[in-house]
């Protein structure tokens, strides 16, 4: 496969009003829509290549799935070593976060977070670059999400990473709103996906859902500054990420029937919080369901918390996820 040409998001103008016409919608130094339906994205995270320092010990490329749509993927390789005592790897299959409307799988903090976490589980991780909202509306996002996993299906055999993968150990992953993404299709009848391919697992971090009614946590945190998720922030990402004329009550943003083992992480200072709780008192099944709160900390805190107390709680949630995928007996 050859390399991908990874795409730049631009700093957004101030004098682009004379040209686009009025800002219809945005969120404040995030994004900006325009009358004529030009958008601009901030730089706020940089994009990276695909290299590592050879000390972490984890081998990085990217792939072409879909070159017409500019659909990629970052993949990781954990090198194993001769004493290592299995001779395939478990596969995660990665959707970042951004409201549905920006991110990057070659952004720098997914790029640390998920070659750590190869290196933690020993486990092959695939993070789907998919299509941005509003340009691409839901359904083109999970859309996306079932073509990399036909795109896996149909190359299990081409390269060395997949000679590597065991297929019948494949988690799905994300946070925010690709948390989302994962959930719906791990939800989603096999034939869907068009597998062979066994889903062991589903790993929801502060998974994105909404609804017209607010709930406690979105109260509390509406006003506080510091979160990297408002409210008002989060209303913004599902109006233009939505179908047109859809609300928060479409069932893009509502959870589904969970069907596979499930670790769900909660950030306590989330606002997202009681929606990814009732998640899991709605299942009600604990030998299917896991859920780790995690105390003090807030939205994305494992990609952009900067505090203490945010990369101690990151190492504690790279453990669970290490655990989860490795059926650690202390963790089930």
Known sequence: ??????????TINPNNTNIHGPVVDEVEGLIRVYKDGHVERSPIVPCVGPSLP???????????????????????????TKSSSVSKLPLLIYFHGGGFCVGSASWSCYHDFLSRLSARSQCLVMSVNYRLAPENPLPAAYEDGFNAIR???????????????????????????????AHRIAAADDSDVQKPMKIEGTILIQSFFGG????????????????VLSLAASDAWWRLALPRGANREHPYCKPVKITT??????AEMDLLMDRDM????????????????????????????????AHTTTLEMLCHIDDFINHYDHFN
């Open 54 to 80: 050879p000390e972490l010990g984890v081998a990085c490329s990217d792939v072409h799935i879909d070159k017409l749509k500019n659909v990629w993927a970052r993949l990781y390789l954990p090198m194993m």
């Open 261 to 266: 083992r499930t670790l769900v992480c909660v």
């Open 212 to 227: 017209e009614a607010r709930t406690e946590s979105e109260r509390r945190v509406e006003n506080n500054k510091s979160s």
């Open 151 to 181: 795109w896996l299906n149909k190359s299990r055999n081409d390269n060395l990473w997949s000679k590597l993968c065991d297929f019948d150990r494949i988690f799905l992953a994300g946070d925010s709103a690709g948390g989302n993404i």
């Open 278 to 309: 009732e998640m899991c008192d709605n299942i009600g099944n604990e030998k299917l369901i896991k859920r780790v709160v995690y105390r003090g900390v807030g939205h994305a805190f494992q990609i952009l918390g900067k505090s203490q107390l």
């Open 1 to 10: 496969m050859g390399a991908t040409k990874l795409t730049h998001v631009t």
